[in-house]
């Protein structure tokens, strides 16, 4: 067991070493032209580099459609001519082409009007992040990703004839990405991911559920749930039938994970510098301030062992780092990159995201809304009257936080007890309010995984109008 336990850090050692080795060349590649566009007259040179190798099965209507294999690589250039960006990409690693896109960044730069907060970001120690490249996504073929398609399809089916699948995909993905600047930061990294995801609703005669959808990605091959994710899409889609009209009130909310995230969103959008300083968020000038109940914190960590939201290295290669968002109710954490952080002489907290193909934008990596202590189940217990609302079809505004959103796979909650399935209800409310409503959170959290990664326990939030 000793032996077992010693070998296994051993054995993602020397993955990493390997890994290296695989992504360097990306770095021999880039170098050379940080040299080349200083010599034409720029100031400063980004280079940032990209290959997403992807094998992908896709089905629909109930059976397989589609399963390919495509790679996508290319280059993104950021030049600066005193404090004036040139932004050009290619769709290659030719040296030719990127030349080209290396004179065209340039050209722009001369004569973009200048932004007195533009720069790149200075060198800054980059650690590894552990597990985040299993060699196994470079072993699988096409018809192994057909294999785990038709897994997944196939247990939704078993699961209840009723299940009707509309589309549904099985996608292994290899992604490497480098950075070089004149700032004499020189990053690479790998990573393997694997995705996989069901939408659809069930059918009872003339009984026709929602839509509904259930989706994973991870890291390693080995942490591939298709059981589950089959299971917990038939249960939500099944869940859907048999929905009936209510009576209009004001009560209480249970909001699992998926819909808590549908409201989040706007919060976390919120908590963007970019929002913030583009006068957009309602968080404007509430640094510091208690916006939320004592009990909801949000954290930000990009530096998560085995996660697909995770990197050594953000898109400008700033150091990933945690970021408490939200601390037990207090606005402690704006997202910053170093353009926004340049605003405001403070430095990039290692958000900057986006690919080889536009300039940086912010992003969150892994977010995670802290859980309770108590269960879900003792949570519906507790409720007279209220909602257990499945996903939500809202777009709050940014500014107010107002929302009006359609309740998708709603279940009515009666004296403690989850009852009728519901339609036409819309919840009416405001997302900033809803932090200061929050009444209960549950130890269950719900991973929502995909290139972010959002970790969301379910919600219980007072005063919610429920319009039917």
Do not use: C
């Not at 400008?316 to 952080?341: N, S």
């Amino acid at each position: 067991m000793v032996a077992e336990v010693l070998l296994e850090p051993l054995l993602w050692f020397l993955v990493i070493l390997e890994v290296n080795k695989m992504t360097n060349d990306l770095i021999a590649l880039l170098e050379p032209f940080v040299q080349k566009g200083l010599k034409m007259g720029a100031d400063e040179v980004e280079l940032f580099a990209q290959k997403i190798d992807s094998k992908e099965t896709n089905f629909e209507a109930n059976n397989l459609k589609s399963a390919t294999a495509n790679t996508i690589e290319g280059v993104g250039i950021r030049v600066l001519k005193g404090h004036s960006l040139g932004f050009a990409s290619v769709n290659s690693f030719n040296k030719r082409k990127i030349t080209q896109g290396l004179k065209e960044a340039y050209a722009i730069a001369k004569v973009a009007p200048p932004e007195k907060h533009y720069s790149l970001p200075p060198k800054q120690k980059v650690k590894s992040i552990p597990e985040l490249y299993d060699e196994t996504a470079e072993q699988l073929s096409v018809d192994d990703t057909i294999s785990l398609g038709q897994q997944l399809l196939e247990g939704v089916k078993e699961y209840d004839s009723r299940i009707s699948v509309d589309s549904g995909s099985f996608e292994v993905t290899i992604r490497q990405k480098a950075i070089v600047n004149s700032n004499d930061i020189a990053v690479t990294e790998k990573k393997s991911m694997f995705s996989f995801g069901i939408f659809g609703m069930a059918i009872d005669g003339d009984d026709v559920g929602s839509f509904t959808y259930e989706y994973d990605s991870v890291v390693k091959k080995k942490d591939v749930n298709i059981e589950q994710v089959a299971s917990e899409f038939a249960a939500k889609a099944l869940n859907n039938l048999g929905a009936q009209k209510t009576e209009a009130f004001v009560g209480p909310a249970i909001l699992t994970p998926d819909a808590a995230a549908d409201l989040l969103y706007m919060i976390i959008y919120s908590t963007k510098a970019s929002t913030i300083q583009q006068g957009s968020s309602y968080l404007s000038d509430k640094l510091g301030d208690k916006i939320a109940v004592d009990e909801f914190t949000i954290v930000d960590d990009g530096t998560m062992k085995n996660n697909t939201g995770s990197s050594s290295f953000d898109r400008e290669g700033v150091p990933h780092k945690e970021l408490v968002v939200i601390d037990e109710g207090t606005f402690t954490g704006i997202f910053y990159d170093t353009f926004t952080a340049n605003k405001e002489k403070l430095k990039s907290t290692g958000h900057a995201s986006g690919d080889f193909r536009s300039i940086p934008n912010i992003e969150t990596t892994n977010l995670n809304v802290q859980p309770g202590k108590r269960s879900i189940d003792d949570l519906i217990t507790e409720i007279d009257h209220g909602i257990v609302v499945q996903r939500i079809s809202a777009s709050p505004d940014p500014i107010s936080g107002d929302f009006s959103g359609a309740i998708k796979g709603g279940k009515l909650i009666k004296k403690g007890e989850k009852t009728t399935t519901l339609k036409e209800v819309t919840a009416v409310g405001n997302v900033f309010e809803l932090l200061q409503s929050i009444t209960g959170i549950s130890k269950e959290q719900k991973p929502l995984r995909g290139t972010t990664n959002w970790f969301i326990p379910f919600l219980v939030v007072d005063d919610i109008k429920f319009v039917t």
